[in-house]
């Protein structure tokens, strides 16, 4: 989280710089060397709105984002406000980009609409956040919009003893803000998932796309707004990020593994000497859902949660082990008042995983009747 702390910090900068800049279009006749040079800086920070400002929309719906963009580049009217992300000359501006997209936007939609496909959306989900911001940021890079200069490849940003190019800093922005609001927006679809509502995730998607198309149409008629607007739900959705990716990486990771043993039912047969866990309470210093691994040492039971540039935290675990299996997924409890939580990949093996702990088995499954409640639950 330390890494994340830091790099949101340096977009959020980035996002206040350009922001506060006052826009200037074009060069003009009979400036100074020096004073050309300001011009041409802030003519890219100019552009630089243009790429960030859309990026709440793309976070809500990746695909969707993206074939909205490139649809207003390829075939919008002439009487849209100057853009030069969305004009002709942009590089969004390409029929092959804007069709691909849309059918990737439609076959990861549909199963949205119904809770029995949307497991399969869920799983696609990563792929789709990721692929986005691959293909913005490599636009991005590769793509100079502003006008072209011998100072320009002298702008440079400086950071710690590092100097990194302006470029890559706004797609590290641009990455950033893509998975912060998109993780949120997991999150509550996933919520929305586990609610007996069969007609809430169709609400929920429609919901989503009328959103998206709201904020993009913001965009299109004034970046500036759009910039704004994206600040605000960027640092609302950061407020609550550390909390919402645990759970999160604890929702998916059991909607995975639950996808995964439908097409593959042969997964899970060798239990790993360190198994994947979800603590459904703090131990110690370890925080409610938190990804774990549990493994047997010579004193017990080990819980070490990895974390990123920092080293990671330790717990031992003592006590008369209890394997308890339920529908969504399954529990390892001890006489302390742990309860460590783990997929249903390991459903036809959980004697012998309850053998490699020394513990005991216990079958909580649901009847058929209760599964709603009983998803409700064990998604706590």
Not at 162 to 181: P, Q
Request: aromatic residues 12%.
């Amino acid at each position: 989280m330390f890494m994340w702390r830091v790099l949101t910090i340096l977009a959020v900068f980035l996002l206040f710089a350009v922001i506060t800049q006052v826009p200037s279009w074009g060069q003009s006749p009979g400036l100074a060397p020096g004073q050309q040079v300001v011009v041409e800086g802030i003519t890219r920070q100019i552009s630089t709105i243009e790429w960030l400002a859309p990026l709440a929309p793309i976070a809500l719906s990746p695909f969707f984002g993206i074939t909205l963009l490139s649809g207003f580049a390829c075939y919008g009217p002439d009487w849209l406000p100057d853009n030069v992300l969305l004009s002709p000359q942009s590089p969004l501006a390409n029929p092959v980009l804007f069709w691909t997209f849309l059918s990737l936007t439609v076959l990861t939609s549909a199963p949205r609409f119904s809770k029995v496909s949307k497991p399969i959306a869920q799983f696609a989900d990563f792929l789709e956040t990721y692929s986005a911001i691959i293909v913005l940021v490599g636009l991005k890079l590769i793509t100079n919009l502003a006008p072209a200069t011998d100072t320009e490849s002298l702008v440079m940003v400086n950071a710690g003893l590092l100097s990194i190019s302006y470029d890559v800093l706004i797609a590290i922005a641009m990455a950033i803000n893509i998975i912060v609001i998109n993780t949120v927006k997991f999150f509550f679809e996933l919520l929305v998932w586990v609610t007996p509502v069969p007609a809430l995730d169709a609400c929920f998607e429609v919901a989503n796309k009328t959103i998206c198309t709201g904020l993009m149409a913001i965009y299109v008629f004034s970046p500036f707004t759009a910039m704004v607007i994206n600040v605000f739900i960027f640092l609302a959705c950061l407020s609550v990020f550390g909390w919402v990716r645990r759970r999160e990486l604890f929702f998916r990771t059991v909607v995975f593994d639950y996808v995964l043993g439908q097409i593959n039912p042969g997964r899970g047969q060798h239990i790993p000497a360190r198994l994947v866990v979800f603590p459904a309470f703090n131990v110690g210093s370890i925080k409610r859902r938190s990804r774990c691994h549990l493994m047997k040492t010579e004193n017990g039971l080990e819980l070490t949660c990895q974390r990123w540039l920092r080293s990671s935290l330790k717990e031992n675990l003592t006590g008369k082990v209890v394997v308890e299996k339920d529908f969504w997924t399954n529990s390892i409890n001890l006489p302390s008042g742990e309860k460590l939580t783990f997929t249903n990949r390991y459903n036809k093996s959980l004697s012998q995983l309850a053998a490699q702990f020394d513990g005991t088995l216990t079958d909580l499954t649901p009847p058929p009747g209760d599964l709603n409640s009983a998803r409700q639950i064990e998604f706590r």
